[in-house]
């Protein structure tokens, strides 16, 4: 399997590249957060347990099937816990080929507040709601167990990033591993400007639905896609009409 997994040295060079951003950026305290790639049908690369992000290389990343059986595993190495997590999003979203879980501080403070959560679903910064869509939270359920995977059945169709509350954030992506980690940093830097709005002491400002009656043109003129699964949502005001 290793000698399959070769043809494949791009994508692992890529989640490698992203892990040690996580690490650089912060968003991967100790050994938190794990990253899977979906370069065929029915494989998946994805990154092992107990293995700081900043320290992966590509030799240590193990494979495994759309139903978790392990395909190829380092010695001494096997997946992340949170596999079927990855695993189940992709099955729910099959145009997926990348999943990251990350940690990023402000993130989780803000999955702690009732008015953090709230605001994160705002329509408040355009590249975050064009890439992104309503960022919502997910209700906490239990790490490395199949209920962390099943508690994103009523919301992973509607977004592409998401807060895990009092744990993380997972963000999804059509194309590329690289996008993920993009993706989430642009969610740490939506909790930061909330929070330094509030520190302010203002109103946060959402846009109007002619703001993002705009934003829809300019989706159209760069030929993206509308965040969540194809064919969610028509128009930006629909998706962040809650």
């Known amino acids: 399997m290793r000698e399959v997994l070769q043809k494949y040295k791009r994508e692992l060079d890529e989640m490698v590249e992203v892990c040690i951003r996580d690490g650089q950026l912060g968003y991967g305290a100790s050994v938190g957060g794990n990253l899977s790639y979906r370069v065929e049908e029915n494989l998946v690369l994805i990154t092992p347990t107990k293995t700081p992000k900043r320290k992966i290389t590509s030799d240590m990343i193990c494979a ?3 139903e978790g059986n392990v395909l190829y595993a380092p010695e001494g190495k096997k997946p992340t816990g949170e596999a079927f997590m990855h695993l189940h999003i992709m099955k729910k979203r099959p145009e997926i080929k990348s999943v990251m879980h990350a ?3 402000l993130c989780i403070g803000m999955s702690t507040s009732k008015e953090g959560k709230r ?7 355009p590249e975050a709601m064009m890439l992104l869509g309503p960022i919502l939270t997910i209700p906490y359920a239990e790490p490395n167990a199949k209920a962390l995977g099943y508690v994103f059945d009523p919301y992973v169709a509607d977004a592409n990033g998401f807060i895990l509350e009092n744990h993380g954030v997972v963000a999804v992506s059509r194309s590329c591993a690289r996008d993920t980690i993009e993706y989430i940093q642009i969610m740490e830097s939506m909790a930061e400007s909330i929070l330094t709005a509030k520190l302010m002491g203002g109103e946060l400002k959402s846009l109007t639905e002619e703001d993002m009656n705009g934003l829809d043109r300019v989706i159209k003129d760069l030929k993206w896609e509308l965040p969540g699964a194809p064919g969610r949502y028509h128009t930006l005001s629909e998706a962040f009409d809650r």
């Open 64 to 66: 495994v099937d759309m």
């Open 103 to 105: 940690h990023p501080p």
């Open 119 to 125: 605001a994160m679903m705002l329509p408040l910064i």
